[in-house]
């Protein structure tokens, strides 16, 4: 467990500030996530939760909805922040999310105590499905019609 330092310092308060505003009354897990765009700026996001629970949604995926919002389609650096050790790592649709964009995201995967471990996305989802392999499946069809 290595202590976030560097590129993590105002990520860290970023992610750490924003799950304090997790919306989690049937869990009680408050997440917390920030972003950094390629651009520099901070994109901070909690998770939502909701009575009809598949309705939920994970910090890191409203991280992303916020940055896009803003017209930002590149990522560098992310932190999550939960509680408990070791600190819990994105859900599978977090990380497919993630893959839209930046495959060579770094994340930091952290807990209130700062106890954490950086790990490549691409670690964390080898072998993405992209939608690149969605454009070629599209062209092959329309050369056959
Ligand atoms: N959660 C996240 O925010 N991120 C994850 O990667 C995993 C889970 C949230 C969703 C839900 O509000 C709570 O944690 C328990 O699953």
């Known amino acids: 467990m290595t202590r976030g330092a560097?590129?993590?310092r105002?990520?860290?308060?970023?992610?750490?500030?924003?799950?304090s505003r997790a919306y989690a009354p049937y869990s009680g897990y408050r997440v917390g996530a920030a972003l950094r765009a390629s651009s520099g700026?901070?994109?901070a996001a909690c998770n939502v939760e909701n009575a009809s629970f598949g309705l939920c949604i994970c910090?890191?995926?409203?991280a992303v909805a916020a940055a896009v919002a803003a017209g930002e389609h590149a990522f560098t650096h992310l932190v999550v922040m939960s509680d408990g050790?070791?600190?819990a790592s994105p859900c599978g649709m977090c990380r497919q999310t993630l893959a839209e964009?930046?495959?060579?995201?770094t994340i930091r995967i952290t807990n209130v105590l700062g106890e954490g471990d950086e790990v490549?996305?691409?670690?964390l989802l080898p072998l993405a499905f992209d939608g690149q392999k969605l454009k070629r499946t599209n062209s092959a069809r329309k050369?056959?019609?």
């Open 6 to 8: 560097g590129p993590w």
């Open 10 to 19: 105002e990520l860290e308060v970023a992610a750490r500030a924003v799950r």
């Open 41 to 43: 700026r901070i994109f």
């Open 59 to 62: 910090a890191e995926r409203s």
């Open 85 to 87: 050790a070791p600190p």
């Open 101 to 105: 964009f930046s495959t060579s995201l």
């Open 120 to 123: 490549s996305l691409r670690e």
């Open 143 to 145: 050369r056959r019609t």
